[in-house]
């Protein structure tokens, strides 16, 4: 056996072992703040009448900053106006607060306009945030201050169209992908794409400046995500497998990850990120492994009986894992099976020393949460933001 065969297989081994040993005991948070009493934000679990209802997150800008927003409709009347460049009239706001992760205490505190249709927030690096209202996208430095923006223009030519973004795990490259439907298939059980089309801008994170761009004659799922100067994708092509995930070029050029194929008949979800240019976490029913792109997984997690990966985030090697249980419930009504997505918890582990950190409960229907660098996890369930950090 060659010694590097000997060293994938101990890496192998030991990832196993550590995760076999179960999950941690719960831990105290380190701060808690009550985010309708303090800041008159709504429960992040609120009833979801509008899609602007689920525009709202946490998210780690450093290890000692947290960034904590959600939109909602403007509290004061609104007289009607032409709109900005969101593509909002002033009936949407955004609120946004920074936090010191030591403490929870306010340092800064944003308000902008936005629309109903997309608002988002992402970190990059080195402090700076990306916040997209509607169509148009900001940068924000460490400082809180604007440094650059991007229109995201939508043509309005088709029904279905959409701006999509991500971010690299360093920070270095921002992904937009610009998805256009054209026409589906109707009498489809799933009205089936027949035509669609996505331009794809990759933009140098410190100005916004363009520095590739492709087209598709396809769409990408929306399971795609940002890597290290590729995306991570299913194959966009027409009956391509939506569940078998690899590397998507600056050249439009697809090829397979070796360990991110799944049953497409399986009913829970699967997705592939990339934790750096070489790793990829790869999750789904009963299990999540992390790999290169062509090679046996250095470590695995299996989970519990009825237990699934919901979501997985990511940072400089830090895993942060959320578990859900899935119930079928029946519609008294229509006497019609509903499935039921239930979180569990928040598992957290370090990547690089394959070890078990934290394990957080979870209470709400929806939980939202961001790992640091350092392991720290920030949770927001229900009204309630908590900090927790490992043991030493």
Request: with cysteine; hydrophobic share 40%.
């Amino acid at each position: 056996m060659s010694r590097r065969v000997r060293w994938l297989v101990w890496l192998i081994l030991c990832g196993v072992a550590a995760y076999s040993r179960g999950t941690p005991r719960p831990p105290e948070p380190k701060w808690t703040i009550n985010l309708m009493d303090r800041f008159e934000f709504q429960a992040f679990d609120r009833t979801i009448k509008y899609p602007w209802s689920l525009h709202q997150d946490v998210v780690f800008l450093s290890p000692d900053k947290v960034l904590v927003y959600q939109v909602n409709r403007s509290r004061a009347a609104v007289k009607l106006r032409p709109r900005d460049a969101s593509g909002g009239s002033g009936n949407f706001l955004v609120d946004i607060r920074i936090l010191s992760a030591l403490d929870g205490h306010e340092i800064k505190a944003l308000q902008l306009a936005t629309n109903a249709a997309a608002t988002q927030v992402m970190a990059t690096r080195e402090g700076r945030f990306l916040v997209r209202t509607g169509e148009v996208l900001y940068l924000y430095s460490a400082n809180f201050e604007p440094i650059a923006s991007k229109a995201l223009p939508l043509l309005r030519a088709v029904q279905e169209e959409e701006w999509q973004m991500d971010v690299s795990p360093s920070g270095a490259e921002v992904a937009l992908v610009h998805q256009q439907i054209f026409r589906r298939n109707q009498l489809s059980p799933a009205s089936d794409v027949e035509k669609a089309r996505a331009d794809v801008e990759v933009l140098h994170e410190e100005t916004l400046m363009t520095i590739e761009k492709f087209s598709l004659p396809w769409f990408l799922e929306s399971s795609w995500s940002m890597g290290e100067h590729a995306l991570v994708s299913p194959r966009p092509a027409p009956s391509a497998n939506p569940v078998a995930f690899g590397l998507l070029d600056y050249h439009g050029n697809w090829a397979p990850l070796s360990s991110a194929s799944f049953s497409p008949n399986q009913s829970c979800a699967h997705r592939a990120l990339a934790l750096d240019s070489r790793l990829f976490v790869t999750y789904g029913c009963g299990a999540l492994s992390v790999s290169p792109q062509n090679g046996p997984p250095v470590f695995v997690i299996k989970n519990a009986s009825r237990e699934y990966a919901g979501s997985v985030k990511s940072q400089d090697g830090m895993l942060a894992v959320g578990l859900e249980r899935h119930l079928t419930k029946t519609d008294n009504a229509a006497n019609v099976p509903i499935q039921v997505v239930r979180p569990l918890r928040i598992d957290v582990y370090d990547g690089r020393n394959r070890q078990a950190l934290l394990s957080v409960p979870a209470h709400g229907d929806r939980i939202y949460y961001s790992v640091s660098a350092q392991g720290a996890l920030a949770v927001v369930d229900g009204t309630s933001l908590a900090l927790y950090r490992p043991r030493p």
